[in-house]
Protein backbone atom coordinates (compact mmCIF):
# COMPACT_ATOMS: atom_id res chain seq x y z
CA UNK A 1 0.00 0.00 0.00
CA UNK A 2 1.32 3.75 -1.03
CA UNK A 3 0.98 6.37 1.52
CA UNK A 4 0.92 9.52 -0.53
CA UNK A 5 1.41 12.69 1.44
CA UNK A 6 -1.11 14.74 -0.30
CA UNK A 7 -4.03 12.59 0.22
CA UNK A 8 -6.91 14.85 1.13
CA UNK A 9 -8.83 13.35 3.92
CA UNK A 10 -12.68 13.95 3.28
CA UNK A 11 -13.54 15.40 6.54
CA UNK A 12 -10.30 17.11 6.72
CA UNK A 13 -9.67 20.73 5.23
CA UNK A 14 -7.64 20.42 2.12
CA UNK A 15 -3.54 20.64 4.08
CA UNK A 16 -1.52 18.21 3.21
CA UNK A 17 0.72 19.06 6.64
CA UNK A 18 -0.96 17.57 9.56
CA UNK A 19 0.89 18.92 11.96
CA UNK A 20 3.24 21.53 12.24
CA UNK A 21 5.69 23.10 15.09
CA UNK A 22 7.92 25.72 14.49
CA UNK A 23 10.73 27.63 16.96
CA UNK A 24 9.20 25.50 19.47
CA UNK A 25 11.35 25.64 22.85
CA UNK A 26 10.56 24.81 26.17
CA UNK A 27 11.87 25.82 29.95
CA UNK A 28 10.42 24.85 33.17
CA UNK A 29 11.30 25.72 37.13
CA UNK A 30 13.80 23.31 38.51
CA UNK A 31 15.32 23.28 41.83
CA UNK A 32 18.58 25.54 40.79
CA UNK A 33 16.40 27.57 38.26
CA UNK A 34 15.43 27.48 34.80
CA UNK A 35 15.98 24.42 32.75
CA UNK A 36 15.63 24.39 29.04
CA UNK A 37 13.57 21.63 27.92
CA UNK A 38 13.60 21.41 24.77
CA UNK A 39 15.39 24.30 22.02
CA UNK A 40 14.38 25.35 18.86
CA UNK A 41 12.24 22.44 17.76
CA UNK A 42 10.69 22.75 14.15
CA UNK A 43 9.14 20.17 12.05
CA UNK A 44 6.46 19.26 9.82
CA UNK A 45 4.24 15.89 9.74
CA UNK A 46 2.39 15.20 6.32
CA UNK A 47 -1.10 13.88 6.82
CA UNK A 48 -1.23 9.82 6.86
CA UNK A 49 2.19 9.81 7.44
CA UNK A 50 3.43 7.61 10.31
CA UNK A 51 6.63 10.05 12.31
CA UNK A 52 8.66 7.61 15.04
CA UNK A 53 10.31 10.04 17.15
CA UNK A 54 13.62 8.30 19.31
CA UNK A 55 16.19 10.13 21.47
CA UNK A 56 17.84 9.26 24.91
CA UNK A 57 15.70 9.42 28.25
CA UNK A 58 14.83 12.87 29.39
CA UNK A 59 15.82 14.44 25.98
CA UNK A 60 12.38 16.06 25.99
CA UNK A 61 10.12 13.92 23.47
CA UNK A 62 7.23 12.99 25.66
CA UNK A 63 6.98 16.84 26.58
CA UNK A 64 7.10 17.53 23.14
CA UNK A 65 4.30 14.70 22.42
CA UNK A 66 2.14 16.32 25.71
CA UNK A 67 2.26 19.71 23.79
CA UNK A 68 1.44 18.13 20.87
CA UNK A 69 -1.89 16.91 22.61
CA UNK A 70 -2.70 19.83 24.22
CA UNK A 71 -1.79 19.03 27.98
CA UNK A 72 1.08 21.42 28.49
CA UNK A 73 1.91 24.44 26.77
CA UNK A 74 5.65 25.27 25.60
CA UNK A 75 7.39 28.52 26.51
CA UNK A 76 7.82 29.67 23.24
CA UNK A 77 6.87 28.66 19.39
CA UNK A 78 3.63 27.39 17.41
CA UNK A 79 1.99 24.02 17.21
CA UNK A 80 -0.47 23.98 14.85
CA UNK A 81 -2.49 20.59 14.10
CA UNK A 82 -4.55 20.78 11.45
CA UNK A 83 -3.59 24.16 10.97
CA UNK A 84 -4.88 25.39 13.98
CA UNK A 85 -2.80 25.43 17.37
CA UNK A 86 -3.64 23.07 20.39
CA UNK A 87 -3.79 25.32 23.54
CA UNK A 88 -5.97 22.39 24.90
CA UNK A 89 -6.66 19.02 24.33
CA UNK A 90 -8.88 18.00 21.61
CA UNK A 91 -9.82 14.42 21.38
CA UNK A 92 -11.79 15.28 17.99
CA UNK A 93 -8.48 16.13 16.50
CA UNK A 94 -5.60 14.77 18.83
CA UNK A 95 -6.03 10.79 20.21
CA UNK A 96 -3.12 10.12 22.77
CA UNK A 97 -2.01 6.38 23.81
CA UNK A 98 0.06 6.44 26.29
CA UNK A 99 2.64 3.85 27.74
CA UNK A 100 0.36 2.78 30.84
CA UNK A 101 -3.03 2.28 28.54
CA UNK A 102 -4.15 3.94 31.56
CA UNK A 103 -7.67 2.13 31.14
CA UNK A 104 -9.68 2.60 33.87
CA UNK A 105 -10.02 -0.85 36.23
CA UNK A 106 -13.90 0.08 37.16
CA UNK A 107 -14.98 -0.20 33.43
CA UNK A 108 -15.27 -2.46 30.97
CA UNK A 109 -13.24 -2.33 27.64
CA UNK A 110 -16.00 -1.67 25.82
CA UNK A 111 -17.04 1.13 28.52
CA UNK A 112 -13.26 2.67 28.18
CA UNK A 113 -13.48 3.03 24.37
CA UNK A 114 -16.84 4.70 24.82
CA UNK A 115 -15.39 7.29 27.56
CA UNK A 116 -14.32 9.90 24.85
CA UNK A 117 -17.65 9.87 23.31
CA UNK A 118 -19.63 9.62 27.24
CA UNK A 119 -17.97 12.66 28.34
CA UNK A 120 -19.22 14.27 25.45
CA UNK A 121 -22.76 13.34 25.94
CA UNK A 122 -22.74 11.78 22.53
CA UNK A 123 -25.80 9.75 21.96
CA UNK A 124 -26.13 5.64 23.27
CA UNK A 125 -26.68 4.81 19.76
CA UNK A 126 -23.58 6.39 18.47
CA UNK A 127 -21.73 5.57 21.74
CA UNK A 128 -22.32 1.74 21.05
CA UNK A 129 -21.85 2.01 17.43
CA UNK A 130 -18.20 3.69 17.42
CA UNK A 131 -17.29 1.52 20.50
CA UNK A 132 -17.77 -1.72 18.61
CA UNK A 133 -16.45 -0.71 14.97
CA UNK A 134 -13.31 0.37 16.89
CA UNK A 135 -13.28 -3.12 19.14
CA UNK A 136 -13.21 -4.62 16.16
CA UNK A 137 -10.79 -2.62 14.53
CA UNK A 138 -8.11 -3.62 17.13
CA UNK A 139 -8.80 -7.53 16.66
CA UNK A 140 -10.68 -7.49 19.99
CA UNK A 141 -14.49 -8.24 18.84
CA UNK A 142 -16.05 -10.60 21.52
CA UNK A 143 -13.70 -9.15 24.70
CA UNK A 144 -16.04 -6.14 24.99
CA UNK A 145 -17.23 -6.76 28.56
CA UNK A 146 -14.00 -7.33 29.90
CA UNK A 147 -12.31 -5.66 33.00
CA UNK A 148 -8.59 -4.27 32.55
CA UNK A 149 -7.82 -6.91 35.09
CA UNK A 150 -8.92 -9.79 32.49
CA UNK A 151 -6.86 -8.47 29.66
CA UNK A 152 -2.97 -9.01 28.77
CA UNK A 153 -1.06 -6.20 28.55
CA UNK A 154 -1.15 -6.35 25.12
CA UNK A 155 -5.11 -6.30 24.86
CA UNK A 156 -4.92 -3.68 27.16
CA UNK A 157 -2.76 -1.40 24.88
CA UNK A 158 -5.40 -2.44 21.94
CA UNK A 159 -8.09 -1.05 24.48
CA UNK A 160 -6.46 2.43 24.83
CA UNK A 161 -5.72 2.56 21.28
CA UNK A 162 -9.52 2.27 19.98
CA UNK A 163 -10.20 4.75 22.75
CA UNK A 164 -7.85 7.42 21.36
CA UNK A 165 -9.45 6.42 17.94
CA UNK A 166 -12.69 6.42 18.93
CA UNK A 167 -13.61 10.15 17.70
CA UNK A 168 -11.75 9.45 14.64
CA UNK A 169 -8.99 12.39 15.43
CA UNK A 170 -6.81 12.81 11.80
CA UNK A 171 -3.64 12.64 14.53
CA UNK A 172 -2.62 9.66 17.02
CA UNK A 173 -0.13 10.42 19.45
CA UNK A 174 1.46 7.50 20.78
CA UNK A 175 3.82 7.59 23.65
CA UNK A 176 6.12 4.41 23.78
CA UNK A 177 2.95 2.26 23.75
CA UNK A 178 4.68 -1.02 23.90
CA UNK A 179 7.48 -0.39 26.12
CA UNK A 180 6.14 -2.18 29.34
CA UNK A 181 5.04 -5.19 27.14
CA UNK A 182 7.40 -7.96 26.23
CA UNK A 183 9.53 -8.32 23.19
CA UNK A 184 7.12 -10.99 21.55
CA UNK A 185 4.14 -9.05 21.93
CA UNK A 186 5.70 -5.83 21.45
CA UNK A 187 6.74 -6.93 17.99
CA UNK A 188 3.19 -8.32 17.30
CA UNK A 189 1.76 -5.21 18.37
CA UNK A 190 3.98 -3.23 16.33
CA UNK A 191 2.25 -5.88 13.36
CA UNK A 192 -0.73 -4.94 13.93
CA UNK A 193 -0.58 -1.13 14.82
CA UNK A 194 0.74 -1.03 11.18
CA UNK A 195 -2.63 -2.95 10.05
CA UNK A 196 -4.52 -0.24 11.94
CA UNK A 197 -2.77 2.55 10.26
CA UNK A 198 -3.23 1.14 7.00
CA UNK A 199 -6.69 1.14 6.97
CA UNK A 200 -7.61 4.27 8.69
CA UNK A 201 -4.87 6.72 7.33
CA UNK A 202 -3.86 8.63 9.96
CA UNK A 203 -1.22 10.43 11.34
CA UNK A 204 0.77 9.41 13.88
CA UNK A 205 3.46 10.04 15.82
CA UNK A 206 5.05 7.71 17.90
CA UNK A 207 8.01 7.85 20.61
CA UNK A 208 9.85 4.85 21.51
CA UNK A 209 13.03 4.06 22.85
CA UNK A 210 13.22 1.14 20.71
CA UNK A 211 15.47 1.23 17.65
CA UNK A 212 14.18 -1.24 15.57
CA UNK A 213 10.89 -0.29 16.41
CA UNK A 214 11.47 3.02 14.93
CA UNK A 215 13.31 2.21 11.56
CA UNK A 216 10.06 -1.20 11.31
CA UNK A 217 7.41 1.13 11.66
CA UNK A 218 8.22 4.26 10.93
CA UNK A 219 7.96 6.69 7.23
CA UNK A 220 10.50 9.14 9.15
CA UNK A 221 12.45 9.08 12.17
CA UNK A 222 12.92 12.06 13.95
CA UNK A 223 16.42 12.06 16.23
CA UNK A 224 16.79 13.91 19.18
CA UNK A 225 19.53 15.06 21.10
CA UNK A 226 20.12 14.78 25.10
CA UNK A 227 18.26 17.86 26.85
CA UNK A 228 18.18 20.66 26.23
CA UNK A 229 16.40 17.99 23.18
CA UNK A 230 16.60 19.38 19.97
CA UNK A 231 15.74 17.55 16.53
CA UNK A 232 19.58 16.53 15.05
CA UNK A 233 18.58 14.15 12.06
CA UNK A 234 15.59 13.33 10.00
CA UNK A 235 15.88 9.82 8.94
CA UNK A 236 13.46 8.78 5.78
CA UNK A 237 12.55 5.22 5.94
CA UNK A 238 12.79 3.76 2.36
CA UNK A 239 12.02 0.58 3.20
CA UNK A 240 8.65 -0.65 1.26
CA UNK A 241 4.87 -0.89 2.52
CA UNK A 242 3.60 -3.39 3.65
CA UNK A 243 6.08 -3.96 6.42
CA UNK A 244 7.76 -7.72 7.21
CA UNK A 245 9.12 -9.20 9.90
CA UNK A 246 12.07 -10.61 7.26
CA UNK A 247 12.82 -6.98 6.56
CA UNK A 248 14.37 -6.29 9.75
CA UNK A 249 17.21 -8.83 8.93
CA UNK A 250 18.32 -7.32 5.83
CA UNK A 251 21.07 -4.54 5.38
CA UNK A 252 19.17 -2.20 4.81
CA UNK A 253 17.37 -1.88 7.84
CA UNK A 254 20.85 -2.85 9.58
CA UNK A 255 22.28 0.24 8.32
CA UNK A 256 19.53 2.58 8.60
CA UNK A 257 19.06 1.45 12.39
CA UNK A 258 22.89 1.84 13.11
CA UNK A 259 22.36 5.64 11.64
CA UNK A 260 20.40 6.25 14.35
CA UNK A 261 22.04 4.65 16.98
CA UNK A 262 25.32 6.68 15.78
CA UNK A 263 23.20 10.01 15.62
CA UNK A 264 22.19 9.21 19.20
CA UNK A 265 25.60 8.42 20.97
CA UNK A 266 27.54 10.92 19.50
CA UNK A 267 25.08 13.65 18.20
CA UNK A 268 26.38 15.84 15.07
CA UNK B 1 -14.29 -25.36 62.63
CA UNK B 2 -12.90 -23.34 65.15
CA UNK B 3 -16.09 -21.38 65.53
CA UNK B 4 -18.01 -24.68 66.65
CA UNK B 5 -15.33 -25.71 69.12
CA UNK B 6 -15.78 -22.37 70.73
CA UNK B 7 -19.30 -22.69 70.72
CA UNK B 8 -18.49 -26.09 72.33
CA UNK B 9 -16.16 -24.77 74.83
CA UNK B 10 -18.62 -22.07 75.98
CA UNK B 11 -21.40 -24.78 77.21
CA UNK B 12 -18.75 -27.10 78.50
CA UNK B 13 -16.16 -25.35 80.23
CA UNK B 14 -18.84 -23.74 83.03
CA UNK B 15 -20.46 -26.86 83.06
CA UNK B 16 -18.04 -28.80 83.93
CA UNK B 17 -17.28 -26.27 87.26
CA UNK B 18 -13.93 -25.31 84.95
CA UNK B 19 -14.62 -21.79 85.06
CA UNK B 20 -16.97 -20.00 87.28
CA UNK B 21 -20.09 -19.72 85.87
CA UNK B 22 -19.88 -16.34 87.34
CA UNK B 23 -17.15 -15.62 84.83
CA UNK B 24 -18.64 -17.53 82.15
CA UNK B 25 -22.00 -18.82 82.26
CA UNK B 26 -22.66 -21.81 80.01
CA UNK B 27 -24.02 -20.85 76.24
CA UNK B 28 -27.47 -22.66 76.79
CA UNK B 29 -27.95 -20.69 79.97
CA UNK B 30 -27.32 -17.54 77.81
CA UNK B 31 -29.22 -18.27 74.82
CA UNK B 32 -32.07 -19.39 76.94
CA UNK B 33 -32.13 -16.15 79.12
CA UNK B 34 -31.57 -14.07 75.88
CA UNK B 35 -34.62 -16.02 74.24
CA UNK B 36 -36.96 -15.34 77.42
CA UNK B 37 -36.47 -11.78 77.99
CA UNK B 38 -36.29 -11.04 74.04
CA UNK B 39 -38.64 -8.17 73.94
CA UNK B 40 -36.16 -6.60 76.42
CA UNK B 41 -33.37 -7.01 74.42
CA UNK B 42 -34.70 -6.45 71.40
CA UNK B 43 -36.10 -2.93 72.58
CA UNK B 44 -32.48 -2.04 73.85
CA UNK B 45 -30.63 -3.44 70.13
CA UNK B 46 -33.37 -0.84 68.29
CA UNK B 47 -32.00 2.09 70.44
CA UNK B 48 -28.40 1.00 69.48
CA UNK B 49 -29.34 0.46 65.91
CA UNK B 50 -30.87 3.67 66.26
CA UNK B 51 -28.17 5.79 67.57
CA UNK B 52 -25.74 3.64 65.73
CA UNK B 53 -27.33 4.37 62.15
CA UNK B 54 -27.45 8.34 63.01
CA UNK B 55 -23.91 8.07 64.01
CA UNK B 56 -22.33 6.29 61.09
CA UNK B 57 -24.16 9.03 59.15
CA UNK B 58 -21.96 11.62 60.55
CA UNK B 59 -18.93 9.66 60.43
CA UNK B 60 -19.02 8.21 56.98
CA UNK B 61 -20.68 11.17 55.81
CA UNK B 62 -18.80 13.90 56.96
CA UNK B 63 -15.40 11.32 56.81
CA UNK B 64 -15.66 10.92 53.57
CA UNK B 65 -16.62 15.02 53.16
CA UNK B 66 -14.07 16.30 54.91
CA UNK B 67 -11.70 13.81 53.68
CA UNK B 68 -12.16 14.49 50.17
CA UNK B 69 -11.86 18.21 50.69
CA UNK B 70 -9.26 17.65 52.58
CA UNK B 71 -6.95 15.54 50.52
CA UNK B 72 -7.73 16.81 47.68
CA UNK B 73 -6.49 20.42 48.20
CA UNK B 74 -2.91 20.53 48.55
CA UNK B 75 -3.02 23.51 50.44
CA UNK B 76 -5.57 22.21 53.24
CA UNK B 77 -3.93 18.79 52.87
CA UNK B 78 -0.81 20.53 53.87
CA UNK B 79 -2.00 22.13 57.05
CA UNK B 80 -4.37 19.94 58.35
CA UNK B 81 -3.46 15.97 57.58
CA UNK B 82 -0.75 15.92 60.27
CA UNK B 83 -3.65 17.58 62.59
CA UNK B 84 -6.00 14.88 61.99
CA UNK B 85 -3.80 12.24 62.21
CA UNK B 86 -2.30 13.16 65.67
CA UNK B 87 -5.89 13.29 66.58
CA UNK B 88 -6.80 10.17 65.32
CA UNK B 89 -4.36 8.69 67.87
CA UNK B 90 -6.01 10.49 70.77
CA UNK B 91 -7.85 7.65 72.46
CA UNK B 92 -11.30 9.61 72.01
CA UNK B 93 -13.11 7.67 74.83
CA UNK B 94 -11.53 9.96 77.75
CA UNK B 95 -13.66 12.88 76.29
CA UNK B 96 -16.66 11.08 76.65
CA UNK B 97 -17.99 12.95 79.87
CA UNK B 98 -17.37 15.85 77.84
CA UNK B 99 -19.61 14.78 75.46
CA UNK B 100 -22.08 14.27 78.22
CA UNK B 101 -21.34 17.22 80.04
CA UNK B 102 -22.11 19.49 76.93
CA UNK B 103 -24.87 17.05 75.12
CA UNK B 104 -26.72 15.48 78.03
CA UNK B 105 -27.05 11.72 79.09
CA UNK B 106 -29.59 10.71 76.28
CA UNK B 107 -28.88 9.53 72.99
CA UNK B 108 -27.60 12.82 71.10
CA UNK B 109 -24.28 12.57 73.25
CA UNK B 110 -23.87 8.89 72.57
CA UNK B 111 -24.37 9.59 68.49
CA UNK B 112 -22.09 12.58 68.34
CA UNK B 113 -19.39 10.55 70.24
CA UNK B 114 -19.69 7.88 68.21
CA UNK B 115 -19.61 9.42 64.97
CA UNK B 116 -16.64 11.63 66.35
CA UNK B 117 -15.25 8.19 67.50
CA UNK B 118 -15.92 6.65 63.63
CA UNK B 119 -14.93 9.87 61.98
CA UNK B 120 -11.20 9.76 61.90
CA UNK B 121 -10.40 6.61 60.13
CA UNK B 122 -13.39 7.53 57.40
CA UNK B 123 -11.97 11.12 57.14
CA UNK B 124 -7.90 9.50 56.72
CA UNK B 125 -8.93 6.88 54.55
CA UNK B 126 -10.82 9.40 51.80
CA UNK B 127 -7.91 11.78 52.06
CA UNK B 128 -5.31 9.06 51.29
CA UNK B 129 -7.63 7.20 48.26
CA UNK B 130 -7.46 11.03 47.05
CA UNK B 131 -4.20 11.41 47.17
CA UNK B 132 -2.99 8.23 45.81
CA UNK B 133 -5.10 8.15 42.74
CA UNK B 134 -2.48 7.34 39.51
CA UNK B 135 -1.83 10.52 37.82
CA UNK B 136 -2.07 8.64 34.52
CA UNK B 137 -5.62 8.30 35.18
CA UNK B 138 -6.48 12.43 35.24
CA UNK B 139 -3.68 12.70 32.57
CA UNK B 140 -5.93 10.34 30.06
CA UNK B 141 -8.95 11.89 31.25
CA UNK B 142 -7.71 15.23 30.59
CA UNK B 143 -6.38 14.09 26.35
CA UNK B 144 -9.86 12.98 26.65
CA UNK B 145 -11.54 16.67 27.24
CA UNK B 146 -12.53 15.40 30.62
CA UNK B 147 -13.52 18.91 32.11
CA UNK B 148 -12.31 19.34 35.86
CA UNK B 149 -15.79 18.29 37.06
CA UNK B 150 -16.18 15.53 35.08
CA UNK B 151 -12.28 14.62 36.10
CA UNK B 152 -13.72 14.25 39.98
CA UNK B 153 -16.77 12.39 38.86
CA UNK B 154 -15.89 10.18 36.80
CA UNK B 155 -12.31 9.33 37.13
CA UNK B 156 -11.37 10.65 41.20
CA UNK B 157 -14.32 9.38 42.82
CA UNK B 158 -14.35 5.66 41.32
CA UNK B 159 -10.67 5.30 41.67
CA UNK B 160 -10.97 6.59 45.00
CA UNK B 161 -13.63 3.96 46.29
CA UNK B 162 -11.64 0.94 47.25
CA UNK B 163 -9.70 3.22 49.69
CA UNK B 164 -12.72 4.73 50.47
CA UNK B 165 -14.55 1.74 51.42
CA UNK B 166 -11.92 0.25 54.02
CA UNK B 167 -12.20 3.39 55.68
CA UNK B 168 -16.17 2.49 55.83
CA UNK B 169 -15.48 -0.99 57.61
CA UNK B 170 -13.02 0.39 60.56
CA UNK B 171 -14.92 3.60 61.05
CA UNK B 172 -18.51 1.45 60.91
CA UNK B 173 -16.97 -0.04 63.56
CA UNK B 174 -15.34 2.04 65.47
CA UNK B 175 -19.16 3.85 65.64
CA UNK B 176 -20.40 0.71 66.83
CA UNK B 177 -17.92 0.31 69.51
CA UNK B 178 -18.17 4.08 70.58
CA UNK B 179 -22.19 3.65 70.89
CA UNK B 180 -22.28 0.44 73.05
CA UNK B 181 -19.58 1.90 75.41
CA UNK B 182 -20.68 5.09 75.58
CA UNK B 183 -24.19 3.03 76.84
CA UNK B 184 -22.07 1.30 79.35
CA UNK B 185 -20.63 4.75 80.82
CA UNK B 186 -23.78 6.55 80.81
CA UNK B 187 -27.31 5.52 79.84
CA UNK B 188 -30.96 4.86 80.32
CA UNK B 189 -31.20 2.76 77.48
CA UNK B 190 -29.27 0.55 74.97
CA UNK B 191 -27.62 -2.34 74.97
CA UNK B 192 -24.78 -1.27 76.28
CA UNK B 193 -26.61 -0.42 79.08
CA UNK B 194 -28.22 -3.52 79.70
CA UNK B 195 -24.76 -4.76 79.67
CA UNK B 196 -24.23 -2.49 82.76
CA UNK B 197 -27.15 -2.63 84.60
CA UNK B 198 -26.86 -6.50 84.47
CA UNK B 199 -23.15 -6.26 85.73
CA UNK B 200 -24.02 -4.77 88.81
CA UNK B 201 -26.06 -7.03 89.93
CA UNK B 202 -23.76 -9.84 88.76
CA UNK B 203 -26.52 -11.62 86.86
CA UNK B 204 -23.71 -13.19 84.60
CA UNK B 205 -26.34 -14.73 81.76
CA UNK B 206 -28.16 -11.67 81.15
CA UNK B 207 -24.98 -9.79 80.46
CA UNK B 208 -23.56 -12.36 78.21
CA UNK B 209 -26.78 -12.44 76.39
CA UNK B 210 -26.31 -8.90 75.73
CA UNK B 211 -22.55 -9.30 74.85
CA UNK B 212 -23.39 -12.08 72.35
CA UNK B 213 -25.77 -9.67 70.63
CA UNK B 214 -23.17 -6.87 70.11
CA UNK B 215 -20.51 -9.50 68.84
CA UNK B 216 -23.37 -10.79 66.34
CA UNK B 217 -24.04 -7.23 65.45
CA UNK B 218 -20.23 -6.52 64.53
CA UNK B 219 -19.85 -9.34 63.14
CA UNK B 220 -22.89 -8.50 60.60
CA UNK B 221 -21.45 -5.62 59.98
CA UNK B 222 -17.67 -6.35 58.96
CA UNK B 223 -18.86 -9.20 56.88
CA UNK B 224 -21.28 -6.94 55.47
CA UNK B 225 -18.42 -4.31 54.85
CA UNK B 226 -15.81 -6.86 53.55
CA UNK B 227 -18.53 -7.91 50.61
CA UNK B 228 -18.69 -4.79 49.60
CA UNK B 229 -14.92 -4.70 49.21
CA UNK B 230 -14.65 -7.64 47.73
CA UNK B 231 -16.55 -6.50 44.81
CA UNK B 232 -14.05 -3.45 44.38
CA UNK B 233 -10.73 -5.10 45.20
CA UNK B 234 -10.14 -5.87 41.40
CA UNK B 235 -9.93 -1.84 41.09
CA UNK B 236 -7.06 -1.73 43.36
CA UNK B 237 -5.16 -4.98 41.99
CA UNK B 238 -5.49 -3.90 38.58
CA UNK B 239 -3.91 -0.34 39.04
CA UNK B 240 -1.07 -2.75 41.06
CA UNK B 241 -0.41 -5.34 38.44
CA UNK B 242 -0.02 -2.37 35.75
CA UNK B 243 2.80 -0.87 37.62
CA UNK B 244 4.45 -3.85 37.93
CA UNK B 245 4.83 -4.50 34.39
CA UNK B 246 2.37 -6.75 32.35
CA UNK B 247 2.01 -10.60 31.80
CA UNK B 248 -0.60 -12.42 29.49
CA UNK B 249 -3.64 -13.75 31.37
CA UNK B 250 -3.38 -17.09 31.19
CA UNK B 251 -7.28 -17.62 31.12
CA UNK B 252 -7.21 -15.23 27.87
CA UNK B 253 -3.98 -16.03 26.31
CA UNK B 254 -4.70 -18.91 24.38
CA UNK B 255 -8.13 -17.30 23.04
CA UNK B 256 -6.24 -14.28 21.03
CA UNK B 257 -4.04 -15.05 18.62
CA UNK B 258 -2.39 -12.02 18.53
CA UNK B 259 -0.89 -10.39 22.26
Redesign the interface.
Known amino acids: MQHVAHVNLAHEDANPVALEIAGLSHVYDGREGQVPALDDISLSVGAGRFTVIVGPSGCGKTSLLMMM?G?RRQTTGTILCAGRPMPD????RVG?V?Q???L???LTALDNIE??L???HAPREERCRRADEMLNLV?LQG?GS???????????Q?VSIA?GLVQDPPVLLMDEPFA???E??RM??G??LLRIWSMTNKTVVFITHSLTEAVYLADEVLVMSARPGRIIDRIAITLPRPRTYEMMATDVFGRLRDRIWQQIRSPA | MIFVAVLALWEILPRAGLIAELFLPPLSKTLTVLFQDRMQYAMAMLVTLYEVGFAMLIACGGGILIGAVVGGITLLRKLLLPVFSSLYAVPIVILYPIFTAWFGIGSESKILFAGVYGFFPVMLSTAAGIRTIDEQFLLAARSMGATVPQQIVRVIIPAAIPTVLTGLRLGGALTIIGVVVSEMLTSAAGIGYLVTSYRTVLDSPHVFAAVLMILVFSILFDALARFVERRTIVWQTAGRRERAGSRPDARVAPAVAAA
Open positions: ALPDPQVFEASYPWFPALRGFRYPHELSGGMKRRALDQTTMHE
